[in-house]
């Protein structure tokens, strides 16, 4: 199949007090074209800088990407200059952000905002770039797109505010978009809005979505694929349906089994993965989870696992084996339907 | 708009009112008086005799009401000391200060600016560096002891610049006349205001940098120059505007200094011979004048505000 992306052995570090931190560790993936594959996992697990490192942005905010390659469309975009990362950035690859409410600057208007975007990488004149933005208004769904247009940030709402982002993102007509937890600031119906917005665009545009959220519930919605990642490594890569019928890492299951669920039963405490993320600085030796996880034996302290196929699955712990062999045991999990997540992501 | 001016003259003119009431009452405790400025052998009835005939034997009350009476019907009444209306001796000299002000803002803001932003954007590089370092000697040289520096280096020793006056005014115009005049009272004055603003700059530029649209711009695939100069300054220039309308009146009492080191026959000189002279009534009027600058300048900087902001509604 055709890949649009294919990153391999992406290590991005941050210049800190005592050196470099790794805040992405090796990371292998692909994406095909037209695919949307979701990137979960808690603060702190790497997957914004995963996003900000195929963007190339790592460098603005004191990071560097030491490893690896990451080729869009068979370019390796590590190895770009800056000049041609620019003409690449907004135009064919765009980003939007988490935090609505500050990612657009205060002091300009929407139209001059979502225009400027297209006049950046297109030949045009600024009356046909008005013409375009007041187009992508109406097509992320806003009323009045021409009052709009004369608008500030400040006297839009969060979800509007989202939408002009994501307006701003499509402007260009990009063919990766990466979506960075667009939906954390905002409210439950407005987040149900803005990821059915983003799933008609795919299909009319055959665009690949890069999607990063916390919420495992959002990624059952919108992925192909999900990639769970934990302290800057890839736990698992499945396709959606699987990971939901069994997940095959320890993490993988906790997260799903911290979800509450329509069918549970109720009175019973949610369960939650006990303990937090390591810190950058002070990773543990061996897999990353087995701190947290309750199937950790010896080897999982002193050995790193490596990510291993599993058919078309990927995973990397050392008990995969058994632990399917309990759950075949025990198991009754079926894909329910999953309401509002239960990862526990802190304050923002 | 007309709502915002309305309240504001209101408050403009409490604060006139309190800034005259605290001007008269100070000076008038003050030791001495106009007579004391009189030759050493007056006797004691001459000196009666002019405090009578410029009505200082009135209470200090009585002579602030008929003061203000006057002042507000716009008679500031007349100098002690000359005679002449303190309307036209300030009006002959304002002029002068507003030359030697306007000249060291337009400076100081390009300048300001720019070195604020360069250093914002070198952070922690060599120029950087070197701008903190003069910035911070700007700060803490006094204004009086750099102007008697500057004047011996550079019309003592080298003879380039003339060390004190304002040129020929009113005789034959020579540009460089003009300019070399201008030069040192200028760049004196430049140091009391242009550091702050370099500062103020670069710590607004830096954490307007660090800001969520900043990263969104780049993502849009701005040039940097555009990132920089569009996206950041222009977010960045909303408290530096706060910051200059609050350097205006450290401009004004910086002029005071720097007029008397070079004699420049502004406002500033004249307040001081005001002062000298126990002439009340002309002190009196240069301070509303500089009152009324300062708050006119205020006003001028709020209206900015809220063309630069949009966020700001009040205007």
Same mark, same amino acid.
């Given at each position: 199949?055709?890949?649009?992306?294919?990153?391999?052995?992406?290590?991005?570090?941050?210049?800190?007090?005592?050196?470099? $931190?790794?805040?992405?560790?090796? $990371?292998?993936?692909?994406?095909?074209?037209?695919?949307?594959?979701?990137?979960?996992?808690?603060?702190?697990?790497?997957?914004? !800088?995963?996003?900000?490192?195929?963007?190339?942005?790592?460098?603005? #905010?004191?990071?560097?990407?030491?490893?690896?390659?990451?080729?869009?469309?068979?370019?390796?975009?590590?190895?770009?200059?800056?000049?041609?990362?620019?003409?690449?950035?907004?135009?064919?690859?765009?980003?939007?952000?988490?935090?609505?409410?500050?990612?657009?600057?205060?002091?300009?208007? !929407?139209?001059?905002?979502?225009?400027?975007?297209?006049?950046?990488?297109?030949?045009?004149?600024?009356?046909?770039?008005?013409?375009?933005?007041?187009? @992508?208004?109406?097509?992320?769904?806003?009323?009045?797109?021409?009052?709009?247009?004369?608008?500030?940030?400040?006297?839009?709402?969060?979800?509007?505010?989202?939408?002009? @982002?994501?307006?701003?993102?499509?402007?260009?007509?990009?063919?990766?978009?990466?979506?960075?937890?667009?939906?954390?600031?905002?409210? $439950?119906?407005?987040?149900?809005?803005?990821?059915?917005?983003?799933?008609?665009?795919?299909?009319?545009?055959?665009?690949?979505?890069?999607?990063?959220?916390?919420?495992?519930? !959002?990624?059952?919605? @919108?992925?192909?694929?999900?990639?769970?990642?934990?302290?800057?490594?890839?736990?698992?890569?499945?396709?959606?349906?699987?990971?939901?019928?069994?997940?095959?890492?320890?993490?993988?299951?906790?997260?799903?089994?911290?979800?509450?669920?329509?069918?549970?039963?109720?009175? !019973?405490?949610?369960?939650?993965? #006990?303990?937090?993320?390591?810190?950058?600085? #002070?990773?543990?030796?061996?897999?990353?989870?087995?701190?947290?996880?309750?199937?950790?034996?010896?080897?999982?302290?002193?050995?790193?696992?490596?990510?291993?196929?599993?058919?078309?699955?990927? $995973?990397?712990?050392?008990?995969?084996?058994?632990?399917?062999?309990?759950?075949?045991?025990?198991?009754?999990?079926?894909?329910?339907?999953?309401?509002?997540?239960?990862?526990? #992501?802190?304050?923002? | *708009?007309?709502?915002?001016?309305?309240?504001?003259?209101?408050?403009?003119?409490?604060?006139?009112?309190?800034?005259?009431?605290?001007?008269?009452?100070?000076?008038?405790?003050?030791?001495?008086?106009?007579?004391?400025?009189?030759? *050493?052998?007056?006797?004691?009835?001459?000196?009666?005799?002019?405090?009578?005939?410029?009505?200082?034997?009135?209470?200090?009350?009585?002579?602030?009401?008929?003061?203000?009476?006057?002042?507000?019907?716009?008679?500031?009444?007349?100098? %002690?000391?000359?005679?002449?209306?303190?309307?036209?001796?300030?009006?002959?000299?304002?002029?002068?200060?507003?030359?030697?002000?306007?000249?060291?803002?337009?400076?100081?803001?390009?300048?300001?600016? %720019?070195?604020?932003?360069?250093?914002?954007?070198?952070?922690?590089?060599?120029?950087?560096?070197?701008?903190?370092?003069?910035?911070?000697?700007?700060?803490?040289?006094?204004? %009086?002891?750099?102007?008697? *520096?500057?004047?011996?280096?550079?019309?003592?020793?080298?003879?380039?610049?003339?060390?004190?006056?304002?040129?020929?005014?009113?005789?034959?115009?020579?540009?460089?006349?003009?300019?070399?005049?201008?030069?040192?009272?200028?760049?004196?004055?430049?140091?009391?205001?242009?550091?702050?603003?370099?500062? %103020?700059?670069?710590?607004?530029?830096?954490?307007?940098?660090?800001?969520?649209?900043?990263?969104?711009?780049?993502?849009?695939?701005?040039?940097?120059?555009?990132?920089?100069?569009?996206?950041?300054?222009?977010?960045?220039?909303?408290?530096?505007?706060?910051?200059?309308?609050?350097?205006?009146?450290?401009?004004?009492?910086?002029?005071?200094?720097?007029?008397?080191?070079?004699?420049?026959?502004?406002?500033?000189?004249?307040?001081?011979?005001?002062?000298?002279?126990?002439?009340?009534?002309?002190?009196?009027?240069?301070?509303?004048?500089?009152?009324?600058?300062?708050?006119?300048?205020?006003?001028?900087?709020?209206?900015?505000?809220?063309?630069?902001?949009?966020?700001?509604?009040?205007?």
């Amino acid at each position: 199949m055709d890949k649009i992306l294919e990153i391999d052995n992406l290590v991005t570090a941050y210049q800190g007090k005592e050196g470099f $931190v790794k805040a992405v560790d090796g $990371v292998s993936f692909d994406l095909n074209r037209g695919d949307t594959i979701c990137i979960v996992g808690e603060s702190g697990s790497g997957k914004s !800088v995963t996003a900000m490192s195929i963007m190339r942005l790592v460098e603005f #905010e004191n990071g560097k990407i030491r490893e690896g390659t990451i080729k869009f469309n068979g370019e390796d975009l590590a190895k770009k200059s800056n000049e041609e990362m620019r003409k690449i950035r907004g135009s064919r690859i765009s980003m939007i952000f988490q935090e609505p409410l500050t990612a657009l600057n205060p002091v300009f208007t !929407v139209g001059k905002q979502i225009t400027e975007a297209i006049l950046f990488h297109y030949p045009i004149g600024k009356k046909e770039a008005w013409r375009r933005a007041e187009e @992508m208004i109406r097509l992320v769904g806003l009323s009045d797109p021409k009052a709009r247009l004369k608008q500030y940030p400040h006297e839009l709402s969060g979800g509007m505010r989202q939408r002009v @982002m994501i307006a701003i993102a499509l402007a260009s007509e990009p063919e990766l978009l990466i979506a960075d937890e667009p939906t954390t600031a905002l409210d $439950v119906t407005i987040e149900a809005q803005i990821l059915e917005l983003l799933r008609s665009l795919r299909r009319e545009r055959n665009m690949s979505i890069m999607l990063i959220t916390h919420d495992i519930g !959002v990624a059952a919605e @919108m992925a192909d694929r999900i990639i769970i990642m934990y302290a800057g490594k890839i736990m698992e890569i499945s396709d959606t349906q699987d990971l939901f019928d069994q997940p095959l890492h320890p993490y993988s299951k906790g997260l799903l089994d911290s979800v509450p669920r329509m069918d549970g039963e109720r009175g !019973v405490p949610l369960n939650s993965i #006990e303990g937090s993320i390591p810190r950058l600085n #002070e990773v543990p030796d061996g897999c990353r989870f087995s701190p947290r996880c309750p199937f950790a034996t010896e080897k999982c302290h002193e050995e790193m696992p490596p990510l291993e196929f599993r058919g078309t699955r990927q $995973v990397a712990c050392w008990h995969v084996d058994q632990l399917l062999e309990n759950d075949s045991l025990s198991n009754d999990r079926k894909g329910g339907e999953f309401i509002e997540s239960g990862i526990k #992501e802190p304050s923002y | *708009m007309l709502r915002f001016l309305v309240n504001r003259l209101g408050q403009s003119i409490i604060l006139l009112l309190i800034v005259t009431i605290i001007t008269f009452f100070l000076i008038n405790l003050a030791p001495g008086g106009p007579s004391s400025t009189m030759r *050493m052998d007056a006797t004691a009835e001459e000196r009666q005799a002019m405090v009578e005939n410029l009505g200082l034997d009135q209470p200090v009350l009585v002579r602030y009401v008929d003061w203000i009476t006057n002042a507000v019907q716009g008679d500031l009444g007349v100098s %002690f000391n000359t005679s002449e209306p303190v309307t036209q001796r300030i009006l002959e000299r304002l002029p002068y200060t507003i030359e030697l002000t306007v000249f060291t803002i337009i400076i100081s803001v390009l300048l300001g600016i %720019f070195l604020g932003v360069l250093s914002a954007i070198k952070r922690g590089k060599a120029q950087d560096h070197v701008i903190n370092f003069f910035s911070v000697i700007g700060l803490s040289v006094p204004a %009086f002891w750099l102007g008697l *520096m500057l004047i011996l280096l550079f019309s003592i020793n080298l003879g380039w610049l003339p060390s004190s006056g304002v040129g020929s005014r009113g005789g034959e115009f020579s540009l460089w006349g003009y300019v070399s005049h201008l030069i040192l009272p200028v760049l004196i004055l430049t140091t009391t205001v242009l550091p702050n603003i370099v500062r %103020f700059t670069r710590s607004s530029m830096l954490e307007v940098i660090s800001q969520n649209y900043i990263r969104t711009a780049r993502a849009k695939g701005a040039k940097e120059s555009i990132v920089l100069y569009v996206h950041a300054l222009r977010n960045a220039l909303i408290p530096i505007i706060t910051i200059i309308g609050m350097l205006i009146p450290r401009l004004l009492s910086g002029a005071v200094i720097t007029e008397a080191i070079f004699g420049w026959t502004g406002i500033g000189t004249l307040i001081i011979e005001a002062a000298r002279g126990r002439d009340y009534p002309l002190v009196m009027g240069v301070t509303v004048v500089i009152t009324v600058v300062v708050v006119v300048c205020n006003l001028l900087v709020d209206i900015l505000y809220s063309r630069v902001d949009p966020r700001v509604k009040n205007v």
